[in-house]
């Protein structure tokens, strides 16, 4: 027997995914996780393939990023675009958030696109604490990119940008 879904049920199920895709991008995590218990695919993806997990991660909801992994979300799940939750949450400063997925199986190491590794995300970024957090944990430093530059050049330079400056503010003009 074959089952039919009308064209109308079909537009309310893809609204119900959109406040699915809004909870977990603000945090609602009470909402969202019940409707992962009502039926709602844990791993379920928008249009350009980014994942509970990953709105959640990105944007910096911990207690939501919690309960999704928590309910079974893959860690590893890369959006359109190859990139991960990780990768999102190293680019962001997530420190937390970096943690908690690299404690649930994240691939430290994954290309999120050009050759691009959650530590060089976090280096090009500026995210000292994340890169030093991913160094500990055995992130690579040979890495590369497309364009053949490593996650070790792109460390050093993101520490050499962050050092205080050396120099005095020029001061004003006197008057003559």
Request: hydrophobic share 40%; net charge neutral.
């Amino acid at each position: 027997m074959k089952t039919f879904v009308t064209e109308a049920e079909e537009q309310r199920y893809a609204g119900l995914q959109q406040v699915a895709f809004d909870f977990a991008r603000n945090g609602e995590t009470e909402s969202l996780i019940e409707m992962i218990h009502h039926g709602l695919p844990v791993n379920l993806a928008d249009d350009k393939g980014n994942s509970l997990l990953m709105l959640a991660s990105y944007n910096g909801n911990l207690e939501t990023t919690r309960e999704l992994i928590q309910t079974g979300a893959d860690a590893n799940r890369r959006n359109d675009r190859g990139q991960t939750p990780l990768g999102g949450a190293a680019f962001k400063g997530y420190k937390e958030i970096v943690t908690l997925l690299l404690e649930h199986g994240a691939d430290i190491d994954a290309d999120n696109g050009g050759g691009m590794t959650p530590l060089m995300f976090a280096a090009m970024f500026g995210r000292t604490e994340v890169v030093e957090m991913l160094k500990r944990r055995g992130a690579s430093l040979k890495s590369r990119n497309c364009m053949g530059i490593s996650a070790q050049w792109m460390v050093r330079l993101s520490q050499f940008f962050s050092l205080p400056s050396r120099h005095q503010p020029p001061q004003p003009f006197s008057k003559f």
